[in-house]
């Protein structure tokens, strides 16, 4: 008996309604990438980044539909010619009869998106959104409390350990001892919402793609007037805790079957330890 099926059409339906695309960032681009509304999906597959090998992966797995948190086209190219990675990827998934869907920043700010479930898993209470929304429950960041205050140094421990492994662990900018009570966090790259309320109140800021000199300030600001110790996690491995929930999500609306990728597509691959002196 054939594998029941859906037209791409009704699934991205069903997608836009868990991710509403007109929630995204405006300097996002969210949607389909690659695939006709009359492509017939029968199996879907999520991941952070397509990237070679995640697609390659999800082509093997006879996925019909791929869905990436980031998009593969979020900048303008001039060529999709096989000798560039976006060219390669996009004549792989056609080659392949695979669609491609992105949704980012649109997934990011609903009440079930990255910063949730990042909040969540971290067992997070009384929560409530870093936004500047005005849809209750949207947002980029969340606040909360922990159930029980522990030092800095054992929460980037415990957070090290919640994460999927890389390279880079959590890289913290604050007094080990320091007692943390109230978190906010923003899974991704967080660095806009440093300077905001909810994260200047708050205990520590835990995020992605931290730059020098963003992150100096905070921390210089935080010196004189108060702020938060600072977190910088992977940006892969904060957004890759979601796609699990998603899957279920989408599997849920879909009545497809909806799997996950367990790769590594975080871009570094190893540290170097001084030893010495």
Do not use: C, F, Q
């Given at each position: 008996?054939?594998?029941?099926?859906?037209?791409?059409?009704?699934?991205?339906?069903?997608?836009?309604?868990?991710?509403?695309?007109?929630?995204?960032?405006?300097?996002?681009?969210?949607?389909?990438?690659?695939?006709?509304?009359?492509?017939?999906?029968?199996?879907?597959?999520?991941?952070?980044?397509?990237?070679?090998?995640?697609?390659s992966e999800a082509l093997e797995a006879g996925a019909d539909l791929?869905?990436?948190?980031?998009?593969?086209?979020?900048?303008?190219?001039?060529?999709?010619?096989?000798?560039?990675?976006?060219?390669?990827?996009?004549?792989a998934l056609i080659r392949g009869g695979a669609a491609l869907y992105s949704a980012h920043t649109n997934a990011d700010i609903v009440p079930t998106g990255t910063s949730a479930q990042l909040a969540n898993l971290l067992g997070l209470v009384n929560q409530s959104t870093i936004t500047d929304s005005m849809t209750p429950g949207h947002g980029l960041g969340r606040v909360g409390t922990l159930p029980e205050p522990v030092s800095l140094y054992e929460l980037a421990v415990a957070v090290g350990e919640m994460l999927p492994q890389t390279a880079v662990g959590p890289v913290v900018a604050g007094d080990p001892e320091t007692l943390i009570r109230s978190v906010s966090l923003c899974a991704g790259a967080g660095d806009s919402l440093l300077m905001h309320p909810a994260v200047v109140s708050?205990?520590?800021?835990?995020?992605?793609?931290l730059r020098h000199h963003p992150a100096s300030?905070?921390?210089?600001?935080?010196?004189?007037?108060?702020?938060?110790a600072l977190m910088n996690i992977s940006h892969f491995a904060a957004e890759w805790l979601w796609l699990e929930h998603a899957a279920t999500q989408v599997s849920e609306a879909t009545g497809l079957p909806v799997s996950v990728s367990d790769l590594n597509t975080d871009p570094w691959t190893f540290q170097v330890h001084r030893v010495g002196g």
């Open positions: 008996m054939p594998n029941k099926s859906r037209p791409l059409a009704e699934i991205l339906t069903h997608l836009d309604a868990l991710w509403p695309e007109a929630g995204a960032e405006e300097w996002d681009s969210p949607g389909l990438v690659v695939g006709s509304p009359d492509h017939e999906v029968s199996s879907i597959h999520l991941m952070v980044d397509a990237t070679m090998e995640s697609v791929i869905v990436s948190h980031h998009p593969l086209l979020l900048r303008g190219v001039t060529s999709v010619a096989e000798t560039t990675y976006k060219g390669s990827v996009i004549a708050s205990d520590v800021y835990i995020t992605s793609d300030e905070a921390r210089e600001h935080a010196l004189l007037t108060g702020g938060p």
